[in-house]
């Protein structure tokens, strides 16, 4: 296992900087979102290539730090198709340059009928289901081409919502270059929090087998509302996670999410001890 960060949690600034300063809080790896972290990356004048990947890529490896995921998170159901299939062509870009970046994984959530990502009643329903199946053949296709993987990472509110809808894309895509980025608590709300332990095992029960990459926060219930905070600062039962993770995934990269450089040693350190890294 190795313990890796957001690699925007810690700013957006020069490569050789921001690797410096993430390689000096502790971390081995990161996810990389290029637009939130990288400074003078220019999202939409076609600024990824496979020069820049490789330059990004050196900048890392001098601190030690390789690149676990890039984040490129589109919505793969939005309702206009015609923006949908842009944000689709930008996602197959970064699996074009995953490989040149380090890595393979580029990530993604599933999304949301409305176009700002809010909730929408139709996410729970077939039509929005098949949309998104439709979406990730599409990518996947694309990732065999170039030898890289669709990470999907499933949320509460989105069209993969819970494990079995998951597993059902999973199983509709066939694929290897189809694999989960499981943050438990994306999966979690203020009215299923009570059950995180079966939501937890289900997840690995329907999905051990494609997780590669988990995300670590933890949450709050205050006033009936769900609040993500810093691992190890809430209610989420790491001592499952770890244990099923070191049962099932032994090798996965955990990235933590909702931090900063202030508090992450806090964060460092509870996580070290959680999965005994």
């Known amino acids: 296992m190795r313990l890796g960060v957001r690699a925007h949690d810690f700013g957006r600034l020069p490569a050789d900087e921001l690797a410096a300063r993430i390689a000096g809080a502790g971390f081995r790896c990161v996810q990389l979102a ?44 939005d309702p206009d198709a015609a923006q949908r299939g842009r944000q689709l062509e930008r996602f197959k870009e970064y699996l074009r340059c995953a490989r040149e970046f380090g890595c393979r994984i580029v990530g993604t959530e599933t999304g949301s009928l409305q176009a700002d990502f809010s ?9 929005a289901f098949q949309v998104l199946v439709g979406s990730v053949r599409e990518l996947v296709r694309e990732a065999e081409r170039c030898d890289a993987v669709v990470g999907i990472e499933g949320v509460e509110r989105y069209v993969i919502s819970d494990a079995r809808r998951m597993r059902r894309l999973i199983d509709a895509i ?8 499981f943050d438990p608590v994306n999966l979690l709300s203020a009215a299923n929090c009570a059950r995180q332990d079966d939501i937890i095992r289900e997840s690995f029960d329907l999905c051990g087998d494609r997780i590669a990459i988990l995300h670590a926060k933890d949450f709050v219930e205050e ?13 989420l039962n790491y001592g499952l996670v770890a244990e099923l993770c070191r049962a099932r995934t032994p090798a996965i990269d955990i990235l933590m999410e909702d931090t900063e450089p202030a508090t992450v040693a806090d964060g460092v350190q509870f996580l070290r001890r959680a999965f005994a890294i």
């Open 119 to 127: 909730f929408h009643p139709g996410n729970r329903g077939e039509d």
């Open 223 to 235: 006033a009936g509302v769900l609040r993500s905070v810093p691992a190890g600062r809430g209610k």
């Open 34 to 77: 290029p637009p939130k972290a990288l400074a003078g990356f220019d999202a939409a004048g076609g600024g990824l290539n496979a020069a820049l990947a490789r330059e990004v890529k050196a900048a890392f490896a001098r601190a030690g730090i390789e690149i676990a995921v890039l984040g490129c998170y589109i919505n793969p159901v």
């Open 174 to 181: 066939e694929s290897p270059h189809l694999q989960v980025i």
